[in-house]
Each structure stands twice: as C-alpha cells, then as structure tokens.
T-cell receptor, first 115, second 114 residues
C-alpha cells in the first residue's frame, strides 16, 4: 500500500528565508506526487505535481520540488518565503492502481512565517 | 482547472440526522472523489464516485453510512447518515479530468455534529 510521511509537523521560518518541507513516500512503482496547500478555512490548492520526466518541477507561487527516487523523497522548496505562505502543506501520492489522482496524503506540515 | 462548488459550505447538525453535501463542477470530469478531513488531521479518501454505478468505498467506509450518488459527469452528492459527533469533519470533493491527471478540490463542507 502506498503511504506518505511528512516528518515535520510544524515549521517556523522568517520572512525572506528559504524553505524546505520534507516528504517521503512508499510505493512499489513510480508514483504520481503532489504538493497541496491549505489556508485556514479553505480547500486545497495544487502547488505542483510530478508525473514523469524532469525530476525538478516548478509550481505556482515560486515553489519547486525535486523527485529523488533513490531517497523516495519529494521535498518542496522555496528560496524566499513570504508572510502569505503561512498555511498547511500536504504532500500526496497517487498510484497507477485506481488512478494517479486517487490520493494518499501525508499528515501535513504547518508553516508559520515570522515577520 | 475546473471550478468546483460545494454546498453547503458549513452546517451544524443534530446527532442522529443526515446531511447531504453537493459537489457541482463547471465541466465534465472523469473522476470524482470524496475525502474526509477530521479536526487537525490529514485527508482520508472515503470513496470514488462512479457515474451511473455504485461508488467504490475505501476500507473503513461503508455505503450505509456514506451513500454517494453521481448521476452525471458534473455532479455528485455525499450523504453523512445517522450522524454522531465523531462525524464532525471537513468533507471535500475532488475531481480530475482523466484517470491519471491532477486532482482539484472544492472548498469543502465543514460539518459540526452536536
């Protein structure tokens, strides 16, 4: 069965600092990988996705993520964080069985941005 | 991306009653899913809503408790039946245009059972 681990429950960074949110997955084949962001009281917004090809993917709002098969990781990065980035971030994996968009989510990382 | 409308956005319900949540998409989509997000938790897939046939439920979720309809390619409903306080959660509809394309989410329905 597929699973996702986000080791950091809470992260605090200063505005302007760089950010890396960790995500590790367990899946028997090449997974479909996603990062979503959820602001308070909102639904989920897709930041970026990896299906195949270039392992460094660019997303919206200046985010990027790198797929590393050898480490079973898909970490999310941003070079300079803005106060508006404060939210909860979810990593998710989709498999070929049942469709790449039938998702298993990690437990989420709550990002706080200090001004 | 598709525009997804969920109704109601929130509700407070008495235990023992049922609530039906609607998910409307502005374009035809192949895949529709329902997720639950319990307070302070991550999202868990309840079921895949299949057009014209019974939904496919994940382990731990049953049709009697969470009946789902999907009469066409743009609309689905999830009913939370015989509610208890443990059903207090955010319920989210998710859609995808194809089997292996990215999924988009509605704003969710925040349900509180008292």
């Amino acid at each position: 069965a597929q699973s996702v681990t986000q080791p950091d429950i809470h992260i605090t960074v200063s505005e302007g600092a760089s950010l890396e949110l960790r995500c590790n997955y367990s899946y028997g084949a090449t997974p479909y990988l996603f990062w979503y962001v959820q602001s308070p009281g909102q639904g989920l917004q897709l930041l970026l996705k990896y299906f195949s090809g270039d392992t460094l993917v660019q997303g919206i709002k200046g985010f990027e993520a790198e797929f590393k098969r050898s480490q079973s990781s898909f970490n999310l990065r941003k070079p300079s964080v803005h106060w508006s980035d404060a939210a909860e971030y979810f990593c998710a994996v989709g498999g070929l069985t049942g469709g790449g968009n039938k998702l298993t989510f990690g437990t989420g990382t709550q990002l706080k941005v200090e001004l | 991306s598709a525009v997804i409308s969920q109704k109601p956005s929130r509700d407070i319900c008495q235990r023992g009653t049922s609530l039906t949540i609607q998910c409307q998409v502005d374009s035809q989509v192949t895949m529709m899913f329902w997720y639950r997000q319990q307070p302070g938790q991550s999202l868990t897939l309840i079921a895949t809503a299949n057009q014209g046939s019974e939904a496919t439920y994940e382990s731990g979720f049953v049709i009697d408790k969470f009946p789902i309809s999907r009469p066409n390619l743009t609309f689905s409903t999830l009913t939370v039946s015989n509610m208890s306080p443990e059903d207090s959660s955010i319920y989210l509809c998710s859609v995808a245009s194809g089997t292996n394309t990215e999924a988009f989410f509605g704003q969710g329905t925040r349900l509180t059972v008292v």
